[in-house]
């Protein structure tokens, strides 16, 4: 903040030293980077949107979910590109726990009585929705089997905030059904968090306010939710562990030592079930109680109620706990100068139906950049690094393949990997990345040099104008005030998940996005047609996409010194302390304030007495914590950052040693014990939230340990953050020595 | 806030003080006080909820609408009980412009037909439905004859900002009809602006989420608006007069001079009609172009669009543009001390339909207070000031009664009228009380002194909670920094604002609400039956309206001294001084700002390019504004009624002359001239705004002009508001001598 006016001097400069030095490349000297941009050029013209859109059409013509002839039918084919393009190609099995529905009702038996159709309408004007062969119902994956019968109370989103406001209602869901809308957090929390709170079962229905009519208009009139359209998707406790259930830490190899399944944790404690709004409007409609606030409101054209009741439903839940293979397909470029250094690109295949987007819009363009690289590399430029590119099975059902294939390759991996490139489908507008920020300034570089195919201008540019037309005064103020601009820190969600904060392999998460609203995610509807009608005509981000995604790996593969720096992971990191700290005083002062006055009793007088509505309840105060070991351990970090930042800038190259004490600084980041209850989560600098699932937390041991009043661990969290951060500085500095 | 620490411990001495001084009154000395509180409770004994009840039940049995049958009969029915009670009464009589249905045309003509029904249910559950002799059908007043056929386009809520969104995207209103949802401004507001930006028509609908089943549950299960309710209304120009529209600044008496209706510049320049969310759906359904922003979303189950088209309406209106009579009940009791200082407590009697709630329920009130003060004055506790009580006809139509009444008599009101005291309806919940500053000492005292029924408390107290619970920081803040609540400045929307406004009387407008949600205002439905289920069981909040209202007309009525009080008048001219500055340094940065990233040409990246959402507008940057004179004029105030504190406190009586200052301070804030562009509102402190409507503007003159860019205007209105600062601090110097 006190830089601020040298800071925007400095960014005049830099834009212009941007645009005079447009070919300087983090890891290269100046030829070197003239000579990875002709490359990046050549690259760039093998890549083809008619390929693209043929590789998307045949994938998705048919279901594929992991288990499904069509699945393994799909990894062939993958597997067939690869081999005909010149890779070692292997497909690698995992046996994988993996319930499908055998039985599934829902009914509404009081007031009045109905009868959900559970299932999704066929439509003439997309012939994909009449290929069904194999269709997987509607169905949330790794809900628990189950017979239950209970009066509905109305959950909103189902997160920790939705359920204080429901107990000032002196509204329980024990002994209940929670009905909740998707949104507002991972669709596996609603589960989890509704048995914690004593439901005895959870509907899960999609809202058209929120992606359906409320929206904009819906399939096939435009691209949002069909009345009948149910999203599908995984309840799995991913924030525990993710992968296959049975085999927590280790692959699911044929003979792997595997837990019971009824002692699996990740397996919901209750029945769930996703709904479609259609079937959904029936049993809001016959609720009662007291009217829902305002924000819990929805787009039916009925009044919203609290219940619970008088709406009693009974749903009934069997699934085939089957084992089945998940089929990773890997194919390897070996290279000659660092073999054993790997360059991992990676993006899973198997869909919930068709998957035309969610995944095969991100995986065709992976082929072409695999394409593309092998037509180099049989030119004669071959890499100086290994690079691996991955279509992982199983990634909807909870990132199994990919979790799989990272845990039976642990050792393997820890020693080998440079980092993982992922990405999980596409869709029209926005550059978005996300991910380590040792990887910040090359990403910044990579979005530099590709260019946008609906303005011209560079992606860069377009994601700068949006955060200068929409973004927040901060986001603002960073344009001007720091080089690069920020890439998002990682949650879950996709298979980078094992990668990163399992094994600490730096990594990235590449999208286009924001201009092609949709509703058909994880549903019926999610099919070549609506793809290519709405989410991106002509296969022009896919190729874009390619551009990204295919840089990031080239600069990554053919860098003499490796491109990642930490002045950019300091900076991030210095942010997430300030925040960390901000929280802590902000839930301080918040706290004070709300327990004083609840103790005043204003909220007798304040609210409605014929309402049930009551006050907020009295929350433990915070005491002081001592951040300073975090603080310190950044000032480490920020010093040895600046040290390297020389060095990085000058271009010299580096020698395998160098390169791989670089890439294993991201490992330094973790620890062996993990977060606190889940161990699998060895990062502390990023996780999914325990109790948002896909969001990310940063710092997440200490951030969680505030925001979940556990004070108690605190000193020991910042202990254990302040500890990985330290070693990352310390071999920081060695690199800059 | 520099004073910020002082005053909190200030804040506990004035709880204090509050507690152990609860019988000091403004304007009384302590035994005059102690005599006041014994004949209020007096006054409170005298009244009955079940009597109000009674009145209200005979009184909203049938339509009474100005001009019906049944309209006369409850100003008689009034005037009987008034004079029952010993008042000298009289029914005084204007004859006025008055426009009702002949012929109501509303047809969906493409892309398929369809035909409002404009009329609203009789429910069995309430048989006040079915007694509909001389109803309204639905229809705005003052909209001009016209049949216009035309596409459709979608304004959300037809303010200024709605329209600079369609600006953006290329779409214009002229040649249209637009469709508009009731709120967001006044209903006035959405015809007079369409009409400026060239459209042919307008339709008004009221839209479920806002006070339909998106609410809460509908009529007769809830006391939300049934699938047919319309909201009835004025869409008369009021912001440039109100009252009578053939005679603007004169009595509307028989032999007055009228201008030729089609000169009257307060009828609509394009039809308009409302019409309920069962009518509005299927032609917003029928309309085509981009999705709305989201929000302008409402809680239809269709997904909304801007148009223009596909969608074409025809609609036909035709009035019968009658002269027809307004009956104004004056009631006055004589006082013999200060017969000519009269202290005006009013409430208008005419109903749209039924109206139980808008406005007998504050009616009933009125008449209670009328009662109760007879029965004192009949046992010798005569007032020192004459009170005159009124209820006025006309009200819905633009404030015709009232209006009439007081430019009929502006030079013996400007003589006479102490304050004014104005009630509108009435519902459960929170105390609100409007008006001029000089009267907020009083108001705070009066809620000190009357108990909410619910909760024991006084109504001040409750108050305060709700403040305490829901208000903004700053709303907060102030309960600690400042010893009295503020009271809202008054714009428009009922009977004050003549008073007020064109006269400079001091005025209050006073009513319960905040709990009793309702979608009744203006409907069919407005009735007994929904009022006493839904809006005050009991009448328990009608008597403590009494209680309100009546502790203020007492109080204005006996006090030796006039509890006026000036240092509440200063704080709140210094708020509005400091926010009409702050809101040219805001609009000077957000003007550069946003014009510097227009000129950058961010837009063109950042907007989807396939969309026709545009880049904002460049607007005219601001010049600085001197506003010197409004701060001078400020500090001559601030000092004048510091000086003017102590002497109000001592509660030494005052003489009839300095008692007439004291009164006639008010008037010193006002000017012949008036506001820019309307010289019937000439009070320079508070107005309504001219594209808000009811919504008050403080500072009218200088805010609107900066507001609407007319900066050239400025510098004249504040030269114009510190004029009559400086005049009205002179008077208070005056009076502290």
Redesign the interface.
Known sequence: MRLLPFSIAGCLLCFSTTLSAQNSLLGFDADGAAAQQALEARFDANLSAAELDAWLKEMSRQPHHLGSVRDKEVADFVAARFREWGYDTEIVEYEVLFPSPKTRELELVAPTRFTASLSEDSLSEDPSTSNITDLLPTYNAFSIDGEVEGELVFVNYGTPADYEILDRYGISVAGKIAISRYGGSWRGIKPKLAAEKGAIGTLIYSD??DDG??????YPD?P?KHESGVQRGSVMDMPTYPGDVLTPFIGATADARRIPREDAPTITEIPVLPISYRDAQPLLAAMGGE?VP?EW?G?????YHLGPGPARVRMKLEFNWDMVTAYNVIAKLEASTYPDQWVIRGNHHDGWNHGAADPLSGLVALMAEAKSLAALAAAGQRPLRTVVYAAWDGEEEGLIGSTEWVEDNAALLSERAVAYINTDGNSR?FVNIGGSHVLEKMANEVMRDVT?P??G?SVA??R???I???GSEQARGELKSRADMRISPLGSGSDYSPFLQHLGIASLNIGFGG?ANDGSYHTLYDTYEHYTRFQDPGMVYGVALSQVAGRATLRLAYAPRLPFEFKGLADNVGLYVSEVEKLAEDMRKQTEAENA?ID?G?????????KTLGAPLRKPELPFFNFAPLKNALAELQDAANAYAELAGSGAAASAQENKLLYTIERALTDESGLPGRPWYRHHIYAPGFYTGYGVKTLPGVREAIEERQFDLVAGEVDAAAAVITNAAARVRELAR
Chains 1, 2 share one sequence.
């Open positions: 058209p306010e009519y409320g929206a904009g208009d819906v435009g949002f009217v305002p409101r787009g039916l054209p009925i009044t507008g946008d609906q303005t201008v540019a377009r700068r104008a949006r200068e037309a929409t201009e006055r005043s204003i909220y007798a007088l304040a609210l409605d007495p014929t």
